[in-house]
């Protein structure tokens, strides 16, 4: 499941997953991103993931095609979560991510206000 968070403005976008995204809300997700890249042209994006227990394999396939192919669309990517394991994925991550120009960050939960302000500072 998930939803588009009500801080969202201009090129920045937040996004509340929680448990599993199966294809069809990740199809959904995608068609969200598409449309505000075309709004916007470079975005930035604040994912909070509660509770968040992956992909389909479907939906795994079909984001990384996505980003692969939207890579020089994304400025920030910060990720919002209370796991270990999410921050070791972003640290794994990253120096992908600045091959391909995207800046990503993690934050614990409670610095959601900072992953906010610093996804949307220039």
Known sequence: MHEILP???????????????????????????DSLIQEQSKINVVAVLTDFKGWSLKATIKDF???MKHAKDI???????????????VALDQPFDKLIGIEEKYFEE?????????????
Do not use: M, P, Y
């Open 7 to 33: 801080e969202s403005a201009g090129n920045t976008i937040g996004i509340r997953i929680a448990g599993q995204l199966d294809e069809a809300a990740h199809q959904a997700l995608i068609e969200k991103l």
């Open 65 to 67: 095609n996505w980003v």
């Open 75 to 89: 400025r920030r990517f910060a990720v919002v979560g209370d796991s270990k394991w999410l921050e070791w994925c």
């Open 110 to 122: 409670e610095k959601l206000a900072d992953a906010w302000a610093w996804a949307k500072a220039e």
